[in-house]
């Protein structure tokens, strides 16, 4: 089965500065998604970015760009100018090909990110 | 278009009590899944479903948790003879069948918040 880990319970940055959350995978399959994903205070689950594992080039949506380094099974996302709106719960996630339709994500534990003004 | 709802935002329960979760789709999706915050936890799959079909409820419960997804109306989680450890987040999310444009990303709703006492 996949396992999704993230080692930073906790993380925090100052407003307008560069700050990356880390991500590593457990998975034996070669093709799969990697995803993002924010949670403010309010609960909803925002999408942030998202990442196919046949794809070299790292995704980037305006200031959030990711490292995805398959050999090393690992996601990180980087938040560029870090602004107050960002402070939220991040969770990376995982997801195989579908299956009859099926988008099942396996998520990490999730990050805190605090942001300081 | 509204997004996916979910209703009630929370709800309290008493041990032994049912609960009933409600969660309907954004128009035009087939396609539902239900997933589980425990406090300080990522989300983890319960059940997979399209329209009155259960497709994989390998992430379920094997007793007291069952969940439908009727041809008319509102997807529904219930949890018979609730217990403390039942409380959490659940989370409704939904996506277009695989085909369709925007068929593979999954809408999250703003979930439920079960609590037991």
């Known amino acids: 089965a996949q396992t999704v880990t993230q080692s930073q319970p906790e993380m925090s940055v100052q407003e307008a500065e560069t700050v990356t959350l880390s991500c590593t995978y457990d998975?034996?399959?070669?093709?799969?998604?990697l995803f993002w994903y924010k949670q403010p205070p309010s609960r909803q689950m925002i999408l942030v970015i998202r990442?196919?594992?046949?794809?070299?080039q790292n995704a980037t949506e305006n200031r959030f760009s990711v490292n995805f380094q398959k050999a090393a099974k690992s996601f990180s996302l980087k938040i560029s100018d870090s602004q107050l709106g960002d402070a939220a719960m991040y969770f990376c996630?995982?997801?195989?090909?579908?299956?009859?339709?099926?988008?099942?994500?396996?998520f990490g534990q999730g990050t805190r990110l605090t942001i300081n003004p | 278009n509204a997004g996916v709802m979910q209703n009630p935002r929370h709800l309290v329960r008493r041990r032994g009590q049912e609960a009933r979760l409600r969660c309907s789709p954004m128009?035009?999706?087939?396609?539902v899944y239900w997933y589980r915050q425990l406090p300080e936890e990522g989300l983890k799959f319960m059940v997979y479903?399209?329209?009155?079909?259960?497709?994989?409820e390998s992430g379920m419960p094997k007793e007291r948790f069952s969940a439908e997804f009727p041809k008319e109306g509102p997807s529904i989680l219930r949890i018979q003879q609730v217990v403390r450890g039942d409380s959490a987040a659940y989370f409704c999310?939904?996506?277009?069948?695989?085909?369709?444009?925007?068929?593979?990303?999954?809408?999250f709703g703003s979930g439920t918040q079960l609590s037991v006492l």
């Open positions: 998975t034996s399959e070669s093709d799969y998604y």
């Open positions: 996630a995982y997801r195989s090909p579908e299956i009859q339709g099926a988008q099942k994500l396996v």
């Open positions: 999310a939904s996506s277009p069948s695989p085909g369709q444009q925007g068929g593979e990303k999954l809408f």
């Open positions: 128009k035009g999706h087939s396609h």
């Open positions: 479903l399209q329209k009155e079909n259960i497709i994989d």
């Open positions: 990442q196919e594992a046949y794809k070299q």
